[in-house]
């Protein structure tokens, strides 16, 4: 289909510009990142190529393993353990949109282990939003069309909405994490998209929304008004080559990107500028997540470009110097930082993918 041809031609094009890139940088792991190594590698022929985690309070990783529709557990030494099956459609997902193949995308742990799950499938009945309880089994929770991408995630633990970068349909979905029909809270021309995808990674931070669009290589802020409003979408970073999924350090604005094309991390300063830190020297098979915790950083690689060794890396992050404020901490929470339960949101517990 002619949405397929596009990625196709435009994945070849990418994937000669990065291993021609690969072959003449020598390890480039880049201060404040240092000492990377492999924590897993995963079988690609299985369709193991995560693609987004969320943070465990004891240490572990939950993942999302994209083209296997599955979710596990990883240990901090690698042990794996799966956690979820999501329904596969019959035919692969032919009709999702850009791939042309189901995945299993963005993803959500609330403070009782429930997960939620971004699923895009090319159909109407399996597009959307799964939860998972605890040793559950998986349940939609918010339907989407077949023409939508769910991708990055977030929940205001505050006000208990999700929300959800749909990277095809050009739209911030707003929606409770009890399930339910979604709103568009934002959509406009920073959220566009040109061939591939709009609206990528999604995060919480300091009473704002912030998010990439891969296609225009940019990351956004946009604040959240007393009544839960968007503001006026700020761009806080541009050239970035095809940015995906993204983590703060603390609670400053300094952010660690995955470059999911340009097969490499980057380290974006609060004026825009930024420095790579990570590349293919390294490890790195076309980042999509990245996940920081106590002086590590993790950083998932799907390999959806170069078809070699879908793994997960993890690499000491110097974290002394650049936090140079702290910044008031407002009660939001990015998709992958672990939270405090929360009693006025006991009954929300039935939610998550």
Do not use: C
């Not at 992050?317 to 009660?331: H, M, N, S, V, Y």
Request: hydrophobic share 40%; proline share 7%; aromatic share 4%.
């Amino acid at each position: 289909m002619p949405i397929m041809f596009t990625m196709k031609a435009a994945v070849a094009a990418a994937a000669v510009a990065v291993v021609a890139a690969t072959a003449v940088t020598a390890s480039a792991a880049t201060e404040p990142v240092s000492n990377p190594r492999i924590l897993v590698h995963y079988d690609l022929a299985a369709g193991q190529q995560p693609e987004n985690v969320a943070l465990e309070p004891d240490g572990n990783l939950d993942v999302t393993l994209s083209t296997a529709g599955q979710v596990e557990r990883v240990s901090p030494t690698g042990q794996r353990q799966l956690l979820a099956n999501l329904p596969a459609p019959s035919d692969g997902g032919v009709n999702t949109p850009v791939l042309g193949f189901s995945l299993a995308t963005g993803l959500v742990r609330t403070a009782d282990g429930t997960l939620y799950i971004g699923y895009a499938a090319g159909h109407d009945d399996l597009t959307g939003i799964w939860r998972v309880r605890p040793g559950g089994t998986p349940t939609r929770i918010v339907a989407l069309t077949a023409a939508s991408f769910p991708n990055g995630m977030a929940l205001d633990e505050r006000t208990g909405n999700l929300y959800i970068a749909d990277s095809t349909r050009e739209t911030i979905w707003r929606v409770p994490i009890t399930g339910g029909t979604p709103n568009v809270w934002l959509s406009g021309p920073e959220l566009n998209r040109s061939n591939l995808l709009g609206p990528n990674g999604l995060r919480i931070h300091n009473g704002a929304i912030w998010l990439s669009n891969s296609d225009q290589g940019t990351l956004l802020r946009v604040p959240v008004d007393g009544n839960g409003r968007a503001g006026a979408v700020e761009t806080k970073a541009t050239g970035l080559t095809f940015p995906d999924d993204f983590a703060f350090i603390d609670h400053t604005d300094k952010i660690i990107v995955a470059l999911n094309i340009a097969n490499e991390v980057a380290l974006v300063q609060p004026n825009g500028s930024h420095t790579i830190v990570l590349t293919g020297a390294d490890g790195l098979e076309g980042p999509t997540a990245i996940a920081i915790r106590q002086g590590e950083l993790y950083v998932l690689s799907a390999a959806f470009l170069l078809q070699k060794d879908p793994n997960i890396l993890v690499a000491d992050l110097a974290t002394r110097g650049l936090i140079d404020q702290e910044e008031p901490d407002t009660g939001d929470r990015s998709d992958s930082s672990p939270t405090p339960p929360d009693t006025n949101h006991q009954a929300l517990h039935q939610r998550r993918h």
